[in-house]
């Protein structure tokens, strides 16, 4: 398997504007996770998803953020109106069940709002 | 609210050295622990996964151990080389729940 695919792996956008971040997970995995890094706060869980439904999104910091997962192959992290506090980098996550398993990471998305 | 608390925050050895890093965990109702390495730009990969039931896994020149009663674990790192230089994070994923909680990580640096 190719592993957690992220895109874009960079991207630079202006306040205000929409960003949208996909993720697809490695197949055969059943949970999907967002997770964001900062200097300032480390590794933060914005929310989960298992079997394409979301299960805790208390860590999601504002309604400007909004995620979905359709199907079990694709999830988007979409946030609008962007501002240049969520300038981080996003990562997307999956593992396949409850426990015992080791949680794979994709390379992650680095947005900059300017 | 699980807790993690990774000391010390960097670390700088001479290579060769052997090494510890710690890992502290505040709720012990944990399903396991996993060790993460992550290089600058890149996304985190997995070093070793530690059940809630078991004590220690190695893997090469790593040993992780896990105390889940005093909520703490260790990954020791054997003969250190430069190409060991990341940051290590560790890693709880909580009982009754698919989420992980994690550390800060530990910035390690092994110098020539």
């Known amino acids: 398997d190719a592993g957690v695919i992220q895109s874009p792996r960079h991207e630079v956008t202006e306040m205000g504007q929409e960003v949208t971040l996909r993720c697809k997970p490695i197949?055969?995995?059943?949970?999907l996770f967002w997770y964001r890094q900062t200097m300032m706060r480390g590794l933060e869980l914005l929310i989960y998803?298992?079997?394409?439904?979301?299960?805790?999104d208390s860590g999601m910091p504002e309604d400007r953020f909004s995620a979905k997962m359709p199907n079990a192959s694709f999830s988007t992290l979409k946030i609008q109106p962007s501002e240049p506090r969520d300038s981080a980098v996003y990562f997307c996550?999956?593992?396949?069940?409850?426990?015992?398993?080791?949680?794979?990471f994709g390379e992650g998305s680095w947005l900059t709002v300017v | 609210k699980q807790e993690v608390t990774q000391i010390p925050a960097a670390l700088s050895v001479p290579e060769g050295e052997n090494l510890v890093l710690n890992c502290s965990f505040t709720?012990?109702?944990?399903?396991?622990l996993q060790w993460f390495r992550q290089d600058p730009g890149k996304g985190l990969t997995s070093l070793l996964l530690?059940?809630?039931?078991?004590r220690e896994q190695t893997s090469g020149r790593l040993n992780a151990s896990l105390d889940k009663s005093s909520g703490r674990s260790t990954l020791y790192i054997a003969a250190s080389q430069p190409g060991d230089s990341a940051t290590y994070l560790c890693?709880?994923?909580?009982?009754?729940?698919?989420?992980?909680?994690f550390g800060d990580g530990t910035t390690l640096t092994v110098k020539p």
């Open positions: 996550a999956s593992i396949r069940g409850i426990s015992g398993n080791t949680i794979y």
């Open positions: 890693a709880v994923r909580e009982g009754n729940a698919g989420k992980s909680t």
């Open positions: 998803f298992n079997n394409n439904v979301p299960i805790d």
């Open positions: 530690i059940q809630s039931s078991q």
């Open positions: 197949s055969g995995h059943d949970y």
């Open positions: 709720d012990s109702a944990i399903y396991n």
